[in-house]
């Protein structure tokens, strides 16, 4: 009796498929491995929800962690899992996966949106749900824990009247925010390009291209080399600015970047003409 089919019986358990000539080895979610007489290029047609990321591995997209774009045009990306498992982007590949994962990401919001009671509940999702009388918020893009911590202190210390939230993933936030009341809006976006920058600034581009959601300003925070400041200027980024190593003038700089923003520029009227 094949083994092929009960192995596959649940792929939501299935993590990986690592290719070795005509066989592969499935990797599943509590640690299990099994060896099929089978190429991957067999196994990908049987699981067209997985990504192909390079000619000896197949990974589930729902196990993504982090996408590394490549350092150099003729060198591959890398993907992360969240079993800690790293594999090779090929170049080839490369926007096919950008492309796969995005597409996923966003059929999982539109999921998620559609899936919501029409009626208040206990547990409203945070995006759905509005408070009684209208916060402004600030919204920080970045994988960096410490400096979350540093806009989060910076905020609550100084700008007590904005409500300070965060996230690691900026692939679907053009696709949330296009959702949302454009009173909703956040008043600032502050986006971390310092690592998986050309997801940050595929991002920020989509959102400079929409109509509504290009008034938005948005801080661009690199590292501190030219070409990366002249990229988020040319992908249309309100300003740049370039984080320096190290975190002692962290809350610095987050300080002055609010004081500008927040009460020094007059900003266009959110409201809908």
Request: hydrophobic residues 40%.
């Amino acid at each position: 009796m094949s083994v092929i089919k009960p192995a596959l019986l649940y792929p939501e358990r299935i993590i990986y498929l690592a290719g070795a000539n005509n066989y592969s080895w499935i990797c599943f979610q509590d640690g299990e491995k099994k060896l099929l007489a089978k190429p991957i290029s067999y196994l990908e047609d049987k699981l067209p929800n997985f990504i192909r990321v390079h000619k000896t591995a197949l990974i589930n997209p729902a196990f993504v962690q982090s996408l590394q774009e490549p350092p150099h045009r003729k060198m591959s990306g890398k993907v992360q899992l969240n079993s800690g498992d790293v594999f090779p982007v090929s170049r080839r590949r490369w926007q096919q996966v950008v492309d796969a994962l995005q597409s996923r990401t966003t059929a999982l919001a539109t999921t998620e949106l559609i899936q919501q009671p029409t009626l208040a509940t206990t547990e409203s999702p945070t995006i759905a749900s509005a408070p009684a009388q209208r916060v402004q918020s600030i919204l920080l893009i970045s994988q960096d824990k410490e400096m979350v911590t540093s806009v989060e202190h910076v905020v609550q210390k100084k700008w007590p009247g904005y409500l300070c939230q965060t996230s690691a993933n900026s692939v679907i936030l053009p696709d949330i925010l296009g959702q949302l009341p454009v009173n909703e809006h956040p008043a600032l976006l502050l986006l971390d390009a310092r690592t998986i920058t050309l997801e940050r600034l595929n991002t920020l581009q989509r959102l400079k291209n929409n109509k509504l959601l290009g008034r938005i300003p948005v801080i661009l925070l690199t590292s501190a080399t030219d070409q990366a400041i002249v990229n988020g200027y040319q992908y249309k980024a309100n300003s740049v600015v370039a984080i320096p190593p190290g975190t002692g003038f962290i809350d610095a700089i987050f300080e002055r970047v609010l004081q500008y923003w927040l009460r020094i520029v007059t900003l266009p009227s959110m409201a809908i003409n």
